[in-house]
Nanobody
Framework: QVQLVESGGGLVQTGGSLRLSCAAS????????MGWFRQAPGKEREFVAV????????YHADSVKGRFTISRDNAKNTLYLQMNSLKPEDTAVYYC????????????????WGQGTQVTVSS
Protein backbone atom coordinates (compact mmCIF):
# COMPACT_ATOMS: atom_id res chain seq x y z
CA GLN A 1 0.00 0.00 0.00
CA VAL A 2 1.12 3.53 -0.77
CA GLN A 3 -0.53 6.88 -0.12
CA LEU A 4 0.00 9.81 -2.48
CA VAL A 5 -0.63 13.51 -1.88
CA GLU A 6 -0.18 16.13 -4.61
CA SER A 7 0.64 19.79 -3.99
CA GLY A 8 1.89 22.86 -5.84
CA GLY A 9 -1.06 23.60 -8.09
CA GLY A 10 -2.44 27.08 -8.52
CA LEU A 11 -3.29 29.90 -10.89
CA VAL A 12 -0.65 31.10 -13.34
CA GLN A 13 -0.57 33.25 -16.48
CA THR A 14 0.17 31.90 -19.93
CA GLY A 15 3.92 31.36 -20.27
CA GLY A 16 4.44 30.93 -16.55
CA SER A 17 5.77 27.99 -14.55
CA LEU A 18 4.66 25.72 -11.74
CA ARG A 19 6.32 22.84 -9.92
CA LEU A 20 4.02 20.08 -8.71
CA SER A 21 5.02 17.67 -5.96
CA CYS A 22 3.66 14.28 -4.95
CA ALA A 23 4.56 13.00 -1.49
CA ALA A 24 4.43 9.23 -1.03
CA SER A 25 4.14 7.21 2.14
CA UNK A 26 3.64 3.56 3.00
CA UNK A 27 5.82 1.03 1.19
CA UNK A 28 9.25 1.70 -0.29
CA UNK A 29 8.95 4.50 -2.84
CA UNK A 30 11.59 3.03 -5.13
CA UNK A 31 9.45 -0.09 -5.62
CA UNK A 32 7.16 1.92 -7.89
CA UNK A 33 7.24 3.54 -11.25
CA MET A 34 5.47 6.88 -11.00
CA GLY A 35 3.32 8.89 -13.37
CA TRP A 36 1.48 12.16 -13.77
CA PHE A 37 -1.97 12.35 -15.37
CA ARG A 38 -4.41 15.20 -15.86
CA GLN A 39 -8.11 15.70 -16.40
CA ALA A 40 -9.63 18.85 -17.85
CA PRO A 41 -13.33 19.72 -17.39
CA GLY A 42 -15.52 17.53 -19.56
CA LYS A 43 -12.60 15.42 -20.78
CA GLU A 44 -11.13 12.02 -20.01
CA ARG A 45 -8.10 11.66 -17.77
CA GLU A 46 -4.96 11.60 -19.91
CA PHE A 47 -1.33 10.60 -19.57
CA VAL A 48 1.26 13.33 -19.00
CA ALA A 49 4.56 11.69 -18.02
CA VAL A 50 6.07 8.62 -16.37
CA UNK A 51 9.38 7.85 -14.65
CA UNK A 52 11.04 4.54 -13.80
CA UNK A 53 11.77 3.36 -10.26
CA UNK A 54 15.21 4.92 -9.98
CA UNK A 55 14.64 7.81 -12.37
CA UNK A 56 16.76 6.42 -15.18
CA UNK A 57 14.01 6.46 -17.79
CA UNK A 58 11.23 8.95 -18.51
CA TYR A 59 8.54 9.38 -21.11
CA HIS A 60 6.44 12.50 -21.74
CA ALA A 61 3.27 12.93 -23.76
CA ASP A 62 3.72 14.75 -27.06
CA SER A 63 1.55 17.60 -25.82
CA VAL A 64 4.02 18.47 -23.05
CA LYS A 65 7.41 17.45 -24.46
CA GLY A 66 9.93 20.26 -24.21
CA ARG A 67 7.83 22.07 -21.60
CA PHE A 68 7.24 19.61 -18.73
CA THR A 69 9.83 17.49 -16.92
CA ILE A 70 9.08 14.61 -14.57
CA SER A 71 11.62 13.76 -11.86
CA ARG A 72 11.83 12.01 -8.51
CA ASP A 73 13.84 12.09 -5.30
CA ASN A 74 13.65 8.65 -3.72
CA ALA A 75 15.45 9.83 -0.58
CA LYS A 76 12.53 12.22 0.01
CA ASN A 77 9.82 9.86 -1.29
CA THR A 78 8.72 12.62 -3.62
CA LEU A 79 7.74 12.88 -7.29
CA TYR A 80 7.90 16.19 -9.18
CA LEU A 81 6.52 17.73 -12.34
CA GLN A 82 8.22 20.91 -13.49
CA MET A 83 5.86 22.75 -15.85
CA ASN A 84 7.21 25.60 -17.98
CA SER A 85 5.72 27.67 -20.80
CA LEU A 86 2.23 26.90 -19.55
CA LYS A 87 -0.72 27.26 -21.89
CA PRO A 88 -4.46 27.56 -21.20
CA GLU A 89 -4.79 24.03 -22.64
CA ASP A 90 -2.79 22.77 -19.65
CA THR A 91 -5.61 23.73 -17.28
CA ALA A 92 -6.68 20.55 -15.48
CA VAL A 93 -6.61 18.61 -12.26
CA TYR A 94 -3.23 16.88 -12.08
CA TYR A 95 -2.91 13.47 -10.44
CA CYS A 96 0.12 11.44 -9.47
CA UNK A 97 -0.02 7.66 -9.56
CA UNK A 98 2.13 4.64 -8.71
CA UNK A 99 2.58 1.32 -10.50
CA UNK A 100 4.40 -1.87 -9.60
CA UNK A 101 4.48 -2.98 -13.25
CA UNK A 102 7.40 -0.97 -14.59
CA UNK A 103 7.59 1.90 -17.06
CA UNK A 104 3.99 1.97 -18.27
CA UNK A 105 1.68 4.82 -19.22
CA UNK A 106 -1.84 3.38 -19.32
CA UNK A 107 -4.20 4.51 -16.58
CA UNK A 108 -5.46 1.00 -15.84
CA UNK A 109 -1.93 -0.19 -15.01
CA UNK A 110 -1.47 2.22 -12.11
CA UNK A 111 -2.39 0.86 -8.70
CA UNK A 112 -2.48 3.93 -6.47
CA TRP A 113 -3.69 7.49 -7.04
CA GLY A 114 -3.57 10.81 -5.27
CA GLN A 115 -6.55 13.14 -4.92
CA GLY A 116 -5.28 15.66 -7.45
CA THR A 117 -4.22 19.30 -7.49
CA GLN A 118 -5.79 22.03 -9.65
CA VAL A 119 -3.69 23.87 -12.22
CA THR A 120 -5.32 26.84 -13.93
CA VAL A 121 -3.57 28.78 -16.70
CA SER A 122 -5.16 32.11 -17.56
CA SER A 123 -5.02 33.62 -21.04
Amino acid sequence: QVQLVESGGGLVQTGGSLRLSCAASGRTFSDYGMGWFRQAPGKEREFVAVISRFGGSTYHADSVKGRFTISRDNAKNTLYLQMNSLKPEDTAVYYCAATSRGLVHSLNLFDYWGQGTQVTVSS
